[in-house]
């Protein structure tokens, strides 16, 4: 039930793009993307709804396939603040996330 | 003003002992939960209460009863801790009109010797 995240980790140079993908064998009511830092709490970024709409952080996009059960966040020209473990969480349940493994991003100089 | 709040931020103890962690909102949100991340971040739901009433109860043994007193704070009482308890437990807030969207509070690092 758990959703798996590709890549596990990924190092990029400052201004670099990036892609994290998640895929669910589930139907999805939503997919919700959040980011932690080490030593804090994961903060929200984006959520994509069944339907098409996306609330969220309007410097990072992603997309959603309902009928394949996967999303993916783009990190476009990424900084060094981007660093960090990038988790998405899969809503199967009204109000139930499930959360990926997280995929590692470091972003380098 | 802190969102999600919770104390303590650290807490050592010694297996079978009994400890709590409090947790308190001002978001004004409905729902609240217990999220556990344990050593490899693997981030994983524990409880859910909504305006007071357990929504979501996980398989998590029965050493873990949350206790919502109001709809602004959710309490977490281990019983009888084991080493496998040590975790980052995190609050988490969210409101159903804003599509579950979750505010985490900034965990409570459990070591259990």
């Known amino acids: 039930q758990q959703p798996v995240q590709s890549p596990q980790a990924v190092i990029l140079r400052e201004g670099e793009d990036a892609v994290i993908n998640c895929s669910s064998s589930?139907?999805?009511?939503?997919v919700h993307w959040y980011r932690q830092k080490h030593g804090e709490a994961p903060v929200f970024l984006m959520i994509?709804?069944?339907?098409?709409e996306q609330k969220g952080h309007d410097k990072i996009s992603a997309s959603f396939n309902e009928k394949k059960q996967q999303s993916s966040l783009y990190l476009t020209a990424s900084q060094l603040s981007y660093s960090g473990t990038y988790f998405c969480?899969?809503?199967?349940?009204?109000?139930?996330?499930?959360f990926g493994q997280g995929t590692t991003l470091q972003v380098k100089p | 003003d802190t969102a999600v709040s919770q104390t303590p931020k650290y807490l050592v103890t010694q297996m079978g002992n009994d400890k709590s962690i409090k947790c308190e909102q001002n978001?004004?949100?409905?729902?609240m939960y217990w999220y556990k991340q344990d050593s490899k971040k693997f981030l994983k739901i524990m409880f859910s209460?909504?305006?007071?009433?357990?929504?979501i109860n996980e398989t998590v043994p029965n050493r873990f009863s949350p206790k919502s007193p109001d709809k602004a704070h959710l309490n977490l009482h281990i019983n009888s801790l084991e080493l496998g308890d040590s975790a980052v437990y995190f609050c988490?807030?969210?409101?159903?009109?804003?599509?579950?969207?979750?505010?985490f509070g900034p965990g409570t690092r459990l070591t259990v010797t």
């Open positions: 969480g899969t809503e199967i349940i009204t109000g139930k996330l499930i």
């Open positions: 978001l004004g949100h409905d729902t």
């Open positions: 994509l709804l069944k339907g098409g």
């Open positions: 988490a807030s969210s409101q159903p009109s804003d599509s579950y969207e979750q505010y």
């Open positions: 589930k139907a999805l009511y939503s």
């Open positions: 209460y909504n305006n007071k009433e357990l929504i």
